[in-house]
């Protein structure tokens, strides 16, 4: 039985993950916080993500890495640097250095935050990132890029909506990714023997989605969920947000959030001075 190891394992995806994935591998949980329910074939060992030392010591003698750990919101930069940044560069130079090939990168919708909702994207686009956060995001992408390219690692970047046992809202209608999902796209990314560098988007087959994710569906992603049952109940209780911007793109609230202008609107031409 192959051991992969879980960083962020306390966070909610990581609980959503270690349920689904019971008994088909043996887990090695990792967070800065305890663990402290532990199912059978599952072991903890306590790292934090920002120091080197414990991420050698936390992927020693895995078969795979499904690094969810770090700060999962928009936060200040220190923290965003430390553990998103740092952190995420600490998982995949200790994996090298451990001889672990495949890591499977837990990326966001919010690297790609600034596209717009009428606007369908695959995994070929450009990233735009609508926070500090999303940006780390994109980091932790370029580096899995760099790390197959370079060391040739098997990198498997999952941008992930939104993880819930149901959709929440009308935005995660579009992004809702349910967690039987979420283990089918991880199964995919821990066993499938042809990936070098990939980018798939970490949702269900909902209807309303902003993504066309035929790169998942090419490594054999079939996804069991569709948020579009609960999209009347969702719909009936929606009330646009304040801000027009939240709505039209796929970011929302990470969007509109410390805005210093309009993206909506086209820059002002400057003027060309006139020679005389
Ligand atoms: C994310 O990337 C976050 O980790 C999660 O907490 C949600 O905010 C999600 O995106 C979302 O966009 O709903």
């Avoid at 120091?51 to 919101?73: E, N, P």
């Avoid at 899995?144 to 060391?151: E, I």
Wanted: glycine residues 10%; proline residues 5%; aromatic residues 8%.
């Amino acid at each position: 039985m192959k051991t992969i190891l879980i960083t962020g394992a306390a966070g909610d995806v990581g609980s959503h993950l270690r349920r689904e994935l019971a008994g088909a591998y043996a887990l090695r949980l990792s967070d800065i916080r305890p663990v402290k329910k532990r199912a059978a074939g599952e072991t903890f060992i306590a790292g934090d993500v920002g120091r080197l030392a414990d991420m050698v010591r936390v992927t020693k003698g895995v078969d795979a890495i499904v690094h969810l750990g770090g700060f999962s919101q928009e936060g200040p930069w220190d923290a965003i640097l430390r553990t998103n940044i740092v952190g995420c560069y600490n998982v995949f130079e200790a994996a090298r250095r451990n001889g672990v090939k495949r890591i499977l990168f837990a990326t966001s919708n919010h690297a790609v935050g600034y596209y717009r909702r009428d606007q369908t994207i695959d995994h070929r686009v450009y990233p735009k990132p609508d926070s500090r956060y999303g940006l780390s995001k994109v980091f932790g992408e370029q580096l899995g890029s760099l790390y197959a390219d370079k060391y040739g690692m098997q990198v498997f970047c999952m941008r992930i909506g939104n993880v819930n046992p149901a959709p929440v809202d009308k935005r995660r209608l579009s992004i809702w990714l349910s967690p039987r999902d979420l283990a089918q796209l991880v199964r995919i990314g821990i066993e499938h023997p042809d990936i070098r560098f990939e980018i798939v988007y970490g949702v269900s087959g909902n209807q309303r989605s902003w993504y066309d994710n035929s790169n998942a569906q090419r490594l054999g992603y079939r996804p069991q969920d569709n948020s579009e049952t609960q999209a009347p109940e969702i719909l009936a209780r929606h009330r646009d947000a304040a801000d027009p911007l939240v709505e039209v793109y796929q970011g929302g609230t990470f969007v509109a959030a410390e805005l210093g202008g309009d993206p909506s609107k086209p820059k002002p031409k400057t003027r060309k001075r006139s020679r005389k």
